[in-house]
């Protein structure tokens, strides 16, 4: 759960990156905020353990797994011709960017995930392609603003839901003000050339976004409570390829 609330954070990040710097972008840019949003986290996660790191990683994969195999009515369906990929798409994309970051230690990913050798055979040159982006931005578009210091605010706004399960979802982000020193970490490494805000809200969706025109970003605290609601889903959902139990221990689907 809290992989996957970091991920929604980096994945808009991305899109902040994409828009205050006028970044190029070839193909959707929701693609390429997953992938910078990923690379951030790769990044931000760089002091942890490499198994908390895999596990963490993964669980982001596992969601939209999870949400590709959740049944949905229509309106909440991803369709084809949508700016966002489809579910599915997404999981593989985050999957092959785990495995593409060091393939011969993550050789048993490929049999976890279902990824097919046809994609995995590559993802090396996929996590490569998406550092390099990463670092590109960081070196060459962060100097023309390097000497402003853009400030960024943190907002905590009262959730519209019960306390009892609010309290829980706000102290997984805000307890040794663990988002604010994320955060704090990308406007240090990219010095983003305007003060910009970041909201936590209810909204009355599991949603996220970022206004380009007034500066904000939003994560929902909908988002949060949809993330646990999965989770809880997990063993339920799990594919017959996952039960094939290789890899560490400690990242063994449940069963195991």
């Known amino acids: 759960m809290l992989a996957n609330a970091e991920f929604s954070v980096m994945h808009e990040m991305g899109h902040v990156l ?44 596992d969601y939209w ?11 909440d369906q991803v369709l084809a011709w949508d ?18 970051s060091d393939m011969a230690r993550l050789d048993w990913l490929p049999p976890l995930t279902g990824l097919p050798y046809e994609r995995a055979v590559y993802c090396d040159q996929e996590f490569h392609q998406a550092s390099k982006a990463l670092e590109w931005i960081r070196h060459t578009r962060r100097t023309s ?8 605010r943190l ?15 706000v102290a997984l982000l805000r307890d040794g003000d663990h988002l604010q020193l994320m955060v704090n970490e990308v406007f240090r490494l990219f010095h983003p050339p ?32 949809h993330f646990r609601e999965m989770a809880e889903n997990l063993p339920r959902l799990r594919t017959p390829v996952t039960r094939q139990c290789p890899g560490p221990a400690g990242l063994r689907p449940g069963g195991c």
């Open 155 to 169: 907002t905590w706004e009262t959730p519209s839901m019960n306390p009892e399960e609010a309290r829980p979802l």
């Open 145 to 152: 603003s390097i000497q402003h210091h853009a400030a960024w």
């Open 83 to 100: 700016s966002h990929p489809l579910d599915e798409q997404r999981y593989y994309n985050i999957a092959c960017l785990l495995y593409g």
């Open 18 to 61: 994409i828009a205050e710097y006028d970044l190029p972008v070839l193909g959707r840019e929701e693609d390429a905020a997953d992938q910078l949003g990923f690379i951030l986290l790769f990044h931000l996660y760089a002091r942890l353990p490499r198994d908390e790191v895999d596990a963490r990683l993964l669980d982001i994969a």
């Open 65 to 75: 797994r999870l949400e590709w195999q959740t049944p949905k009515p229509p309106p």
């Open 194 to 225: 305007r003060p910009l805000n970041l909201r936590m809200v209810s909204c009355g969706a599991p949603d996220a976004w970022y206004n380009s025109n007034s500066g904000e970003m939003a994560l929902c605290y909908e988002r949060l409570q």
